[in-house]
């Protein structure tokens, strides 16, 4: 597969799950053979500087036009696949972006690892949104992270040219022949991700305060960085207020070793989230034979399948995440089914072999489509 590609993205720092995957994604390409440039569009080192507005990020848009046109003018590439940023003021920056690559007529496939495009409608003017549509109505086709996510292009690019290619992560020595199922009291329930209102933290506590008032031999870990002192402070207060410290765990991020040890320790992973298109972490607890409570978002039912390695729950429901997580507490066999089940959803469908290999049926089809268009 000896392609000239180019790739516009982020790579860490900081470590969150699309920088880790566009990692991932251009380690794949390589693997497979394909000549790749990288243009990196860096605008926050530090996960504290996601989606926060600077003038030292307003100042690296030139500088990355540069290196962009730059690229363009010396090569000519077979396809550019771009990372697309769905939320304002990121998505004008990107639209920008490819217009320019518009300009040099390269074929080009946005990447989305996030979701909001449908609703771009209430959020920006017309002026604006008729530049946003057009630049990515204008691609060959698109990368989606599961079927669910369709409907969010669909109004911009028919399904026939969207393509789904779900994310994946490494295994790990702490493979499904070494998970230990047998582990003491207290049953441990951990919430990993950055700390943050619409990852589900205070919907996670709301839930810990419930089952503690019935069940004193559960411990509840919530493990990530801070990204709001400000909303930090809530937690904290919410948490000496309602007097369940005793059985609450503040780690803050932990990282490689730190957090596989955390995932082999606990019994249940826990992840409410308001807003995911794909939930990576729970890839973590399904490597780790955890099972899993998470929310009806974005392509999460995908991964995490109601019933068998887990449960589906409306993030706002915090009775209803309580009910499913006081059964995984209660019922110990239906946490080591699920858990079971969850490892071998891994291991047949997350894997890095499982990402290269749909990886390399996405790069063809898109090669098709392109030289389909080149025929015209």
């Excluded at 390589?30 to 990288?38: A, E, M, S, V």
Aim: charge should be positive.
């Amino acid at each position: 597969m000896n392609y000239k590609l180019l790739i516009i993205g982020q790579l860490p720092p900081p470590h969150h799950g699309s920088n880790v995957m566009t990692e991932m994604f251009i380690k794949s390409l390589k693997n497979l053979g394909c000549n790749i440039t990288i243009v990196e569009k860096t605008f926050s080192n530090k996960i504290e500087e996601v989606r926060k507005l600077s003038i030292s990020k307003i100042f690296k848009i030139p500088v990355i036009t540069s290196r962009l046109i730059y690229c363009l003018v010396r090569n000519k590439y077979d396809l550019c696949f771009y990372f697309l940023s769905v939320k304002p003021p990121s998505i004008f920056v990107d639209a920008f972006f490819l217009f320019i690559i518009i300009m040099f007529r390269i074929k080009y496939i946005p990447y989305l690892h996030a979701k909001g495009l449908i609703d771009l409608n209430e959020k920006i003017g017309w002026p604006l949104l008729s530049l946003v549509k057009k630049a990515i109505s204008l691609s060959l086709g698109a990368i989606v992270l599961g079927e669910r996510l369709k409907l969010d292009l669909s109004h911009l690019i028919p399904d026939e040219y969207l393509f789904v290619l779900p994310n994946a992560i490494p295994d790990i020595k702490s493979n499904k022949s070494n998970i230990n199922y047998n582990k003491s009291c207290p049953i441990k329930i951990l919430f990993l991700s950055n700390l943050m209102p619409e990852k589900g933290p205070m919907d996670f506590l709301r839930m810990a305060k419930k089952i503690n008032e019935t069940n004193k031999n559960v411990q509840f870990i919530l493990a990530g960085p801070i990204m709001c002192s400000q909303f930090y402070s809530q937690m904290v207060k919410f948490i000496q207020n309602e007097n369940f410290k005793d059985v609450i765990t503040l780690t803050g991020p932990v990282y490689g070793a730190k957090k596989e040890a955390l995932f082999a320790e606990c019994d249940i992973f826990v992840f409410p989230t308001h807003d995911d298109a794909f939930g990576l972490v729970n890839l973590e607890a399904m490597r780790a034979g955890l099972p899993i409570v998470s929310s009806d978002e974005g392509s999460i039912p995908e991964v995490v399948i109601d019933g068998v390695n887990g449960f589906i729950i409306d993030p706002k429901d915090v009775d209803m995440l309580t009910d499913r997580v006081l059964k995984l507490v209660i019922e110990r066999k239906l946490r080591i089914k699920m858990g079971t089940a969850g490892r071998e959803i891994y291991e047949k469908k997350f894997t890095i072999e499982s990402y290269q290999k749909r990886l390399e049926q996405g790069v063809n089809f898109f090669i098709n489509l392109k030289n389909k268009s080149d025929a015209y």
